[in-house]
Every structure is written in C-alpha cells, then in structure tokens.
C-alpha cells in the first residue's frame, strides 16, 4: 500500500499548523511530508511547479497520496493537471473551493483585501472546478460550522464553514464528499477529521462508524 502522504496547507497558514494532523497520519503508519508555501506571494502555478518538485525529492517508490486545506487543494489540483504522469494513490481535500470562493471574492473588493490575497486573488475567482478524471479516488471534507475569518465580512448563504461554502467544495468526478460540523480551519486540529482522513488513506473512501 502507498505510504507516502504529501500535506498541503491553504492561504496565510504556515506549514506548521499541519502538524497535527501530520502526527495523526504518521501514527496511522504512514510517512507524512508538509509542503510549507507562501500562499499570497507567488502565483497558484509557482506553488504547483514547487510541490512537484517537492514530491519528486522525498516520494518513495510508489504512488502518494495528497492531502490538501482550502487553498492547498487548488495548488494539487495545478499540481496534477501539470503532471498527468505523477502516480497518485488518493487525493483528500478539505474545505477546498475548487469553484471559486464567493468570500474571497468579497475581500478582494477592499484595497486592503487584495493586498492580504497577494498573487492568490487568481484563486478565489468564480470558475467551474475541473472534471476528475484519474482512477485513484479523490475525496472531500466540508464543514458545516460557519466559524471562519469571512464571517467577519458579512454573512455566508446555505451550509459553510466560514469561508468555504458547500457548493463550492464539489467537482465532478469526486468519489465521495462528507460533511462535518466542523470550522474552516478547525479540520486541521480535529481528531474525528483526521480518523476520516485516515480511513480514507487506507480504504479511500469514508467510514461512517469512525467519526
């Protein structure tokens, strides 16, 4: 079975807050790699070509698996696209608004908003999200807990999790997609997400008795 587990956090998140969950998955016997990125400073195709190359120096023989937080999952999926070659054993992403980010885009409408977005802006924009289309499962993790920094802009309509809303956490092709009461960034230090990740390492697809 694969092992090699490459973590990608999202925007203005060091690598270091993935360590929690890190731990979990090291512990779950794999070996767990944090690829650490500045979000805001470079472009999401600067990010793609540096986790490729990232993988490339620390991945086993074998395919990996993919584990990426809101804008972390942007950056595999450029990833991938660029390099259909890479073999890939699962792909999780949680909280990613693969088709744009309506709460991003409202930050974006202050001066100071588009400078805390820096070169990310691109990603927050309204997009439809690309067709999966590997045979390694990709899995989703959405929160149901509006606890997040966009609230602090105004509302969000319909389940979120505070910055990312339900519809925009979905692509076609996607294996399964669970939803959890949980926040934005809160999946990061969750035990109950991170049993789900495990699960879905392991047997790609979730389990409804380990949550």
């Given at each position: ?71 972390g999952g942007r950056v595999v999926l450029e990833a991938l696209r660029r390099a259909p070659e890479l ?113 879905f390492l392991t047997d790609g697809k979730f389990h409804a008795d380990v949550s």
């Amino acid at each position: 079975m694969a092992r090699d587990v490459f973590l990608v956090h999202g925007l203005w998140m060091p690598g270091m807050l993935m360590s929690p969950l890190a731990a979990r998955i090291a512990r779950a016997g794999f070996r767990s790699h944090v690829f650490d990125y500045a979000g805001r400073d470079r472009t999401l195709e600067v990010h793609a070509e540096r986790l490729l190359r990232f993988i490339d120096e620390r991945a086993h023989i074998g395919p990996v698996h993919l584990v990426a937080h809101s804008m972390g999952g942007r950056v595999v999926l450029e990833a991938l696209r660029r390099a259909p070659e890479l073999p890939v054993a699962s792909v999780l992403l949680l909280g990613t608004p693969v088709n744009g980010c309506f709460a991003g885009r409202r930050l974006a409408r202050h001066g100071w908003g588009r400078w805390m977005l820096g070169a990310s802006e691109q990603v927050w924009r309204e997009h439809s999200a690309p067709t999966w289309n590997r045979a390694a499962p990709l899995g989703v993790i959405a929160g149901s807990r509006p606890v997040g920094l966009a609230r602090a802009l105004g509302r969000l309509t319909g389940t979120n999790d505070g910055v990312a809303m339900l519809e925009e956490t979905a692509l076609q092709g996607m294996s399964a997609r669970l939803v959890m009461p949980v926040g934005h960034s809160e999946m990061l230090i969750s035990a109950r997400v991170a049993r789900q990740v495990v699960a879905f390492l392991t047997d790609g697809k979730f389990h409804a008795d380990v949550s």
